[in-house]
């Protein structure tokens, strides 16, 4: 694989809203030394996300907005990451839907992980629905973002098993913990033909 020493690093903005456990564990990844990615911004849409804490030991610049008026923020948002030369965009628990204008303006450059197997469970409330269809494999995908919601093309999966006496909080733990370890290998796969 080629090897992205320091300024040769994709510069990347990761979009976060809450805990900001996937940001952290891309973060770590972005500063292992053959990684293709260096994080420069972190943008959340709620001042109380945790992860804004973790951006902010760590020196990365955070900017919040609130999404009141969503396209005001998507162009603010838009030239910011322009002028920052901002050329991936990872969604990581951002609970927003970006307008089609805005996917089509980073069009095959916005990246999200979902607690499911795609095309299965899209949307929210996943582990409920996988438990309650007493379905034997739930897990992680990294997909491209597209205009249609969790439907984008698939980079990468990870399968993880439900057993009898998992819950929905079980599950989310066992497959969070995958997430953390699927994206930074999504990110090395996308950049490996590079
Ligand atoms: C993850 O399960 C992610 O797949 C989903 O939201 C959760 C975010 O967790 N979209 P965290 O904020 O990264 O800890």
Redesign the pocket.
């Known amino acids: 694989m080629i090897k992205f020493p320091g300024s040769n690093k994709f510069k990347t903005a990761v979009f976060?809203?809450?805990?900001?456990?996937?940001?952290?564990?891309l973060v770590k990844f972005s500063l292992t030394r053959n990684s293709p990615i260096s994080i420069k911004l972190v943008v959340s849409n709620n001042i109380n996300?945790?992860?804004l804490w973790f951006a902010k030991q760590k020196k990365i610049e955070r900017k919040i907005y609130k999404f009141e008026n969503k396209i005001k923020n998507e162009n603010q948002i838009l030239n910011h990451l322009k002028k920052n030369k901002i050329k991936l965009i990872c969604?990581?628990?951002?609970?927003i839907i970006l307008s089609k204008n805005f996917i089509k303006k980073f069009k095959g450059k916005i990246l999200?992980?979902?607690?499911s197997l795609l095309p299965k469970y899209k949307g929210l409330n996943?582990h409920e629905r996988a438990i309650h269809n007493n379905e034997k494999f739930s897990g992680?995908t990294v997909h491209f973002v597209s205009s249609k919601l969790d439907s984008g093309k698939i980079v990468l999966q990870k399968r993880v098993r439900i057993y009898k006496y998992d819950t929905a909080k079980t599950l989310?733990k066992k497959?969070?913990k995958q997430?953390?370890l699927l994206y930074p290998k999504a990110i090395n796969k996308i950049f490996a033909n590079f």
């Not at 969604?91 to 609970?95: D, E, I, K, P």
């Not at 999200?112 to 607690?115: S, V, W």
């Open positions: 976060i809203s809450g805990k900001g456990s996937n940001f952290k564990s996300a945790k992860g969604l990581a628990g951002f609970m999200n992980i979902h607690p996943t992680c989310a497959v969070l997430e953390h």
